[in-house]
Nanobody, 111 residues
């Protein structure tokens, strides 16, 4: 099973921005929906989704601050995160139908 490779996480102060990338070693063209999840201790949350047609959905907790996008030519999905809050601290994963779970990328937001 192909595993995505997430990158772009790091330590940032509250109010800052990060751009996460999810690279897939294969075509994502046929994967209708790609998601970003985040994992905190004891909790996994679906953060954002993007369809092959470009439709997006967001969790209420990130709406207006995060933007998901996909580049099928590069087999990459992005998550632009602005106005970050300490509550956004988590390990972020991307996922699509037929893909395994990657290693994730740690995002830490300091107050």
């Amino acid at each position: 099973q192909v595993q995505p490779v997430e990158s772009g996480g790091g330590l940032v102060q509250a109010g800052g921005s990060l751009r996460l990338s999810c690279a897939v070693s294969g075509s994502i063209f046929s994967i209708n929906r790609m998601d970003w999840y985040r994992q905190r201790p004891g909790e996994r949350e679906l953060v954002a989704s993007v369809t092959s047609g470009g439709s997006t959905n967001y969790a209420d907790s990130v709406k207006g601050r995060f933007t998901i996008s996909r580049d099928n030519a590069k087999n990459t999905v992005y998550l632009q995160m602005n106005s970050l809050k300490p509550d956004d601290t988590a390990v972020y994963y991307c996922k699509g139908l037929g893909l395994g779970w990657g290693q994730g990328t740690q995002v830490t937001v300091s107050s």
